[in-house]
């Protein structure tokens, strides 16, 4: 992995622990939508390994 993805891996690790206590409904909505967006930040940096066509928005 490159340093950035590295970066990225160590926040959704954060944010993963953080799903795992409990929290009310509205802040585990919360972090399951900010978990979601930096998941795609990190298959955007590679998407040849992802398998989805980013410009086109589909998947294989």
Known sequence: MCK???ELQMQIDMF?????QRFDPL???RLK????EIE???AAL???TTGV????????
């Open 27 to 29: 802040t585990t909505d």
């Open 33 to 36: 939508v900010g978990l979601a």
């Open 46 to 48: 590679h998407p040849e």
């Open 4 to 6: 950035q993805c590295d």
């Open 53 to 60: 066509d980013w410009e086109n928005h589909r998947a294989p």
């Open 16 to 20: 993963r622990r953080a799903l795992g």
């Open 40 to 42: 795609a930040k990190k």
